[in-house]
């Protein structure tokens, strides 16, 4: 039914639908739906101890014998530089003081571990059928052994340059995230974010220059983004925003709120959250402190100053210190289960292209 079938082929799923791993915001009830659906469903690992991710493994192998993805972070660890620490808690100390906390109390860890030797035990434990990378590719010993166990390697792309280093990499399909997705940019060769580039102009020039297959990401919430998506050569989609819609997605009350009533014009790429940039819906620590602060530390330092603040202000329902992830398509979503969504979504592009 499809015309293109190489990412069918190579990860061995039903339909060119993958589900974005988004770290916090899915667990195994997400991966189990959509890969029993037919599509990939992806599991994020950057915020989860070893003990959780093979709880969470364990628990999707019980439930799915379809092939899954499973996605880790490939950023350097950060060396804390005091003084920088010292200057961001300085700017927020105003938001301490205002919800009664302490400006000098100890700043809470804020922790997304890089690919290691322990994540990589877990592959080579569970053998996933699919491993997939954000900000590059591991150490190639540790991407060797990833490979030896079987699993097709994924990883994301924001320009030309990064797919082709990708591809010369090892990675066997290219993720070309444009510049409206949700959630932290892939970004690894450059940290300007100025030039990054949109979906529609970023997949056909990286079809054209890798020979392995490429995924759509970024605005792909609906069939026509699909349709587009084929038409400019992908192979399959990468969807995130539409499926923090679905029960599954483990995103706090005040997050889905937010999403539920997002507009176009209503994200930007922020670093205040993480000391990366990735893309949110705007809320109040973001018009005030950023969205871009040259002073916020290095990834994934930034968040853990503002922890106290979230915990003090989200159980009054607000929004206005956590970080509401979402890609500019949030409108064009629907609330349905993520089994569901993955086979609607497949069965009203199927419709258009015919």
Request: glycine residues 10%; contains cysteine.
């Amino acid at each position: 039914m499809w015309k293109d079938r190489r990412i069918l082929d190579l990860l061995g799923i039903e339909l060119p639908i993958i589900q974005a791993p988004m770290a916090g915001a899915n667990l195994s009830d997400m991966v189990i739906a959509v890969s029993e659906a037919g599509g990939l469903g992806s599991l994020p690992c950057a915020l989860l101890s070893l003990d959780k991710a093979r709880e969470e493994l364990t628990r999707i192998r019980k439930n799915t014998s379809k092939p899954i993805n499973v996605n880790f972070f490939c950023h350097r660890a950060p060396v804390g530089d005091a003084g920088q620490d010292a200057a961001w808690k300085d700017r927020l100390k105003d938001y301490y003081l205002e919800f009664g906390l302490d400006p000098e109390m100890p700043t809470p860890p804020s922790t997304r571990a890089p690919f290691d030797e322990g994540y990589l035990s877990l592959v080579e434990e569970f053998r996933p059928d699919v491993v997939s990378f954000h900000f590059g590719l591991p150490q190639p010993g540790l991407l060797k052994r990833v490979k030896d166990t079987g699993a097709k390697v994924l990883s994301s792309a924001t320009t030309v340059d990064e797919a082709r280093w990708l591809e010369d990499g090892g990675s066997d399909a290219i993720i070309a995230q444009g510049f409206e997705a949700g959630g932290h940019r892939g970004i690894f060769l450059s940290d300007d974010i100025s030039s990054q580039v949109g979906t529609m102009a970023l997949v056909p020039q990286v079809v054209d220059a890798v020979k392995v297959p490429v995924i759509a990401a970024g605005g792909i919430a609906d069939a026509r983004g699909i349709v587009a998506a084929f038409a400019l050569g992908a192979s399959a989609v990468q969807i995130g925003t539409a499926y923090l819609f679905t029960p599954e997605a483990t995103i706090a009350s005040p997050h889905r709120q937010a999403l539920k009533s997002a507009k176009d014009d209503q994200t930007a790429l922020t670093n205040v959250f993480t000391g990366r940039p990735a893309r949110g819906i705007v809320n109040r620590i973001m018009r005030e402190v950023g969205p871009m602060s040259p002073i916020a530390p290095q990834f994934p330092l930034a968040g853990g100053a503002l922890v106290p603040l979230r915990q003090k202000t989200e159980p009054l329902g607000s929004s206005d210190f956590m970080s509401l992830w979402s890609g500019q398509a949030a409108r064009l979503a629907r609330e349905l289960p993520a089994g569901e969504l993955t086979k609607a979504l497949a069965q009203e592009a199927l419709s258009k292209l015919r």
